[in-house]
């Protein structure tokens, strides 16, 4: 394994991973999220309590999930390049941070929007609203952090820290409707609590999410390499390719 991720170290090497992952998570998310959306708006029945309206859970679950599952993902990578001293795991936060913001104010919006129907109201200052607003900051103040700095190695420093810091953050929102009275309901279980005509297109856009996520990170981690290696002799060669073809 160790192995393995010191292969990875290499920006080439990682570069042409990337390069190669790419269209299949694009491929696999694109129809994943097609066939989910379409199913899950046009065809899932209503809910016999909310109607229609329970159909933003095909965007807002996806997205409240891998808020927090980008940012777990964050701090392994923060704790490679803190310990380890990877430069591509600090490349790899700066590639993830502005895609888990970006799930994240998916997460609040759709949440808002789901929520004027049920409680009637679009924002209350609940744990479980509060506690993902948080996240979303704490997301900001990564990407700021990390252009903070001209020098690399020490804005990934900075920038893994916050991470790592902000960690604590993640059980606040998972446990917060069991630790506080909330609106926001309970944890629920899909597999008993959810008629599967419902239930299949929402793990469709669950799983479309995650792929999503992978291509949007692995296209910018690519870029990210480029414009840190970009006076490297294999960088060079790839312009000049790029120039005659």
């Known amino acids: 394994m160790w192995k393995w991720l010191h292969q990875l170290a290499k920006p080439e090497r990682l570069y042409q991973l990337c390069g190669r992952l790419v269209p299949w998570f ?40 891998w808020s927090m599952g980008i940012y777990g993902s964050m701090a392994v990578a923060a704790f490679i390049g803190l310990v380890w001293q990877m430069k591509m795991s600090d490349l790899a936060v700066a590639a993830m941070a502005p895609v888990g913001a970006v799930f994240t104010f ?26 993902e607003l948080v996240l979303l900051f704490l997301y900001i103040g ?35 409707v069991e630790w506080w009275n909330t609106l926001h309901q309970g944890s629920t279980n899909m597999q008993q609590s959810i008629d599967p005509s419902m239930r299949n297109p929402l793990r469709l856009t669950i799983f479309g999410f995650l792929m999503l996520f992978a291509t949007l990170t692995l296209m910018r981690l690519r870029n990210l390499i480029l414009l840190q290696e970009q006076r490297r002799p294999w960088v060079m060669e790839l312009a000049n390719k790029g120039r005659n073809a």
């Open 26 to 65: 694009a491929i696999i998310s694109t129809v994943l999220l097609v066939v989910g959306c379409i199913w899950g708006f046009g065809f899932a029945p209503a809910d016999y309590q909310q109607g229609q309206s329970y159909r933003i859970m095909y965007l807002h679950v996806p997205a409240a999930i």
């Open 106 to 131: 998916i997460a609040l919006v759709t949440g808002s929007a789901w929520g004027k129907p049920m409680w009637g109201t679009w924002w209350v200052w609940d744990a479980r609203l509060t506690s």
């Open 142 to 176: 990564v990407i700021a952090l990390y252009n903070a700095f001209d020098d690399r190695r020490l804005a990934g420093r900075a920038a893994g820290i916050l991470v790592l810091v902000g960690v604590v953050n993640l059980p606040i929102i998972h446990f917060s």
